[in-house]
């Protein structure tokens, strides 16, 4: 993640920020990024569980389950080269 800055990058860095919020204000902010994190870590999850669900309803009401399309399908023939190579094994 931090392949292209090196130590002394975020040593400045972590100097300039102690320099602007003082050395109490950093322990807050940090929790308030993870606090923010956190909850759009939460948000995408509850999105994906509603896609996730919403896709499932549709699929059962269309009259089966994911795998009814696959069912419905024609099976493909396969080459001779295959089928004899299938036949030698």
Do not use: W
């Not at 993640?1 to 902010?29: D, H, Y």
């Not at 956190?38 to 509850?46: A, G, H, I, M, V």
């Not at 994906?48 to 419905?72: C, F, M, Q, T």
């Amino acid at each position: 993640m931090f392949s292209s800055i090196g130590i002394t990058e975020i040593l400045i860095i972590l100097s300039v920020a102690l320099i602007i919020f003082g050395g109490r204000k950093i322990p807050q902010l940090a929790r308030d990024l993870g606090g923010g994190i956190r909850e759009f870590k939460r948000s995408l999850t509850n999105a994906r569980e509603d896609i996730n669900l919403e896709y499932n309803e549709n699929s059962l009401n269309d009259g089966g389950s994911i795998a009814s399309p696959i069912k419905k399908r024609k099976s493909v023939k396969t080459p001779k080269k295959a089928q004899k190579n299938k036949k030698s094994s």
